[in-house]
């Protein structure tokens, strides 16, 4: 099986180059650079709060055995390596059908935070905890396969993964959670039912724990989110509700209710405000009645001037991650350059 594949692989990258070779297919390459300026809460020490990231993009498509095929990779960080990439292979009325490392093609981790923001969500930059995902759902979309299609005016895509959904090179495996993930997100506009300026979208997904301590447990997590936004002028309000049901007896479920408002004060500068409240409930007879409420929320503007975006996004937290008392808050200021 394994021969096979490097055999496929190799034959699509020789096709790919054929191809190019013949017609002159083109590369296109596009970069971005964002210098940033942080401040965490006052018990983290901040050293320098200067960073930089760069990363360049090369896409490039072509026909193998009758089919569009496209190949992106993505490398940032100074480009110390390839950070993403994706394969795909458009199948017409069929569908569209990606190997998805990391790019981001579908799934319900695509829609873990649809509420309106100007720059980045309002959970952006606070400190994570383990064991909590702040409401936000979704398998993630690393070493997975993504099918994408439009029925009836809804956008549908699916995906489907296996140890924890880790990015591998070809001929490896990578360690993570056993077993295997799916999930689903469902999206669409009120174009097509006569409400101008309504989107709305849902997903649900079971996504592997990689644990059975307990008789009791079960080896996957039910994951799922529903959201409705709608624009009316320069101003656009949306909610969101998700849910994460833990299939370990010792871990807390999730619910999340989130709420954000967005605005374009003219072509150039865009504000927004947004809270999320996460409930981490434990349901045992032990913990019965201590469920703790984290609550973020979220402040952001933008202002862009051509190629470039200068921003300022301020999170703060407070019960982090369900730990009663633990509160944490994330300052940004950044310059970001595309070209």
């Known amino acids: 099986m394994n021969k096979l594949t490097k055999v496929g692989v190799s034959a699509l990258a020789g096709s790919l180059a054929s191809?190019?070779?013949?017609?002159?297919?083109?590369?296109?390459?596009?970069?971005s650079a964002k210098l940033t300026y942080i401040q965490g809460d006052s018990s983290e020490v901040t050293g320098n709060p200067m960073g930089m990231n760069t990363s360049i993009a090369f896409s490039g498509s072509g026909e193998v055995n009758g089919y569009a095929t496209t190949l992106m990779v993505t490398a940032a960080d100074q480009f110390g390596g390839m950070s993403s990439a994706?394969?795909?292979?458009?199948?017409?009325?069929?569908?569209?059908?990606?190997?998805?490392?990391a790019v981001g093609k579908g799934g319900l981790s695509t829609i873990d935070d649809k509420t309106p923001t100007a720059n980045e969500e309002v959970w952006d930059g606070l400190d994570a905890v383990v064991g909590a995902n702040d409401g936000r759902v979704g398998m993630g979309n690393s070493g997975v396969f993504v099918y994408a299609n439009t029925f009836a005016g809804l956008s549908f895509t699916g995906q489907f993964g296996k140890g924890g959904s880790a990015a591998n090179t070809d001929d490896a495996t990578a360690e993570g959670t056993s077993g295997s993930s799916y999930d689903f997100a469902i999206t669409g506009t009120g174009d097509d039912?006569?409400?101008?300026?309504?989107?709305?979208?849902?997903?649900?997904?079971?996504?592997?724990?990689?644990?059975q301590t307990l008789a009791a447990d079960h080896d996957t997590d039910m994951h799922a989110t529903a959201f409705v936004n709608y624009s009316m002028g320069m101003v656009t309000a949306g909610i969101q509700q998700s849910t994460?049901?833990?299939?370990?007896?010792?871990?807390?479920?999730?619910?999340?209710?989130?709420?954000?408002?967005?605005?374009?004060?003219?072509?150039?500068?865009?504000?927004?405000y947004g809270e999320r409240e996460t409930t981490y409930h434990r349901f045992t007879e032990a913990t019965a009645g201590t469920n703790v409420v984290e609550d973020i929320d979220g402040f952001a503007i933008a202002y862009?001037?051509?190629?470039?975006?200068?921003?300022?996004?301020?999170?703060?937290?407070?019960?982090?991650g369900g730990?009663?008392?633990t509160n944490d808050e994330h300052t940004q200021v950044a310059l970001s350059l595309s070209f």
């Open 19 to 31: 191809f190019a070779a013949v017609n002159a297919v083109e590369m296109t390459a596009s970069g």
């Open 86 to 101: 994706a394969l795909t292979v458009d199948l017409g009325d069929l569908g569209t059908v990606h190997f998805d490392q």
């Open 193 to 211: 039912y006569g409400v101008a300026g309504l989107a709305f979208g849902g997903g649900y997904g079971k996504i592997a724990n990689g644990s």
């Open 244 to 272: 994460i049901q833990r299939g370990e007896v010792a871990n807390l479920d999730e619910k999340t209710q989130a709420w954000g408002i967005s605005a374009n004060i003219n072509d150039n500068l865009s504000m927004s």
């Open 304 to 320: 862009t001037m051509g190629s470039a975006k200068v921003t300022l996004q301020q999170n703060e937290t407070s019960n982090n």
């Open 323 to 325: 730990v009663k008392l």
